[in-house]
């Protein structure tokens, strides 16, 4: 998916150069667009002599056509994430049980994990935030909780349901915690390809995001750079080695700082 989307960004920011070279009548001296391996890949040059006599409003244009073109896919695909997202469905489920303690009531009742919600005292738990709530109300008082749940398996991005519905009787003394460690995950109907396709685009979104940024960013390599050089260079050549300078010195430091926290 990360390599599909570089080359998805590459194509459409290499196609925005071209299209409004065009329109801004700037002579192109080569382009291509092809498949490596199976990967999109693209690439436009520019006659530098054309491109040098042009104005400076049609210079501006051509440069900073790749970055609304990668911001424009991004917000597509931003949308898109939004619309599938709203269609996935998620399930409290109870991951793993506190073993730090023999006596809490989770460990004491035995309850199979990992294994999805479904009621409580009969009545049906929508989601995580409703089975905390309860839990909260409950932590000061002694109570018997009939826990009904269904017992599942993770399966890629989504859990999936195995065998039977379980019931289990809870007594939870009053001041202790029920001793559960608790997720919300995607639910057993929600289609798989929907999964599949929120993840691819949710790559798209990343990168094109990230290409329009950094080449925005007026640093010595990017669009943004140029079009800074393209704006100062009758003005104040030094402000723009300054300006580039500076950027390009931040985002080295946080690439920097990114690698060690990784690291």
């Given amino acids: 998916p990360l390599i599909l989307s570089i080359g998805i960004a590459m194509v ?38 054309s491109f040098n006599e ?7 244009s ?37 073993r730090s303690n023999p006596e809490l009531p989770a460990l004491q009742a ?16 929508k ?6 709530s309860l839990l909260k109300k409950l932590i000061n008082e002694s109570v018997v909780l009939v826990l009904k749940t269904q017992r599942c398996v993770r399966e890629g991005y989504r859990i999936v349901e195995v065998g039977v519905a379980e ?34 685009i949710n790559w798209v979104l990343i990168v094109n995001l990230s290409l329009a940024i950094i080449n925005a960013a ?6 943004g750079g140029r079009i800074v050089t393209e704006i100062l260079s009758k003005h ?9 300078g500076v950027t390009s010195a931040t985002l080295a430091i946080l690439l920097v700082i990114g690698l060690i926290n990784y690291m």
């Fill in 62 to 98: 051509i440069l900073s056509a790749g970055i609304l073109g990668n911001s424009l896919i991004a917000l597509l695909a931003l949308g898109l994430v939004s619309l599938f997202s709203a269609q996935v469905s998620l399930v409290p489920v109870i991951i793993e049980l506190d």
């Fill in 54 to 60: 042009a104005p400076r409003k049609s210079k501006a």
């Fill in 236 to 244: 104040s050549k030094r402000l723009n080695y300054v300006i580039q």
């Fill in 127 to 132: 989601n995580l935030e409703e089975f905390t």
């Fill in 167 to 200: 019931t289990y009787v809870i007594r939870k003394p009053a001041g202790s915690k029920l001793g559960v460690y608790l997720s919300e995950l995607v639910a057993p109907d929600t289609p798989a390809y929907l999964i599949e396709a929120l993840f691819y």
């Fill in 12 to 49: 459409v920011h290499e196609l925005m150069h071209a299209l409004v070279a065009l329109l801004e009548k700037v002579e192109i001296e080569s382009w291509g667009i092809g498949l490596f391996v199976i990967f999109p890949v693209a690439y436009v040059k520019l006659s530098e002599s």
């Fill in 110 to 125: 035995n309850i199979s994990t990992p294994s999805i919600i479904l009621e409580v005292n009969g009545s049906k738990i």
């Fill in 218 to 223: 007026p640093i010595f390599i990017s669009d």
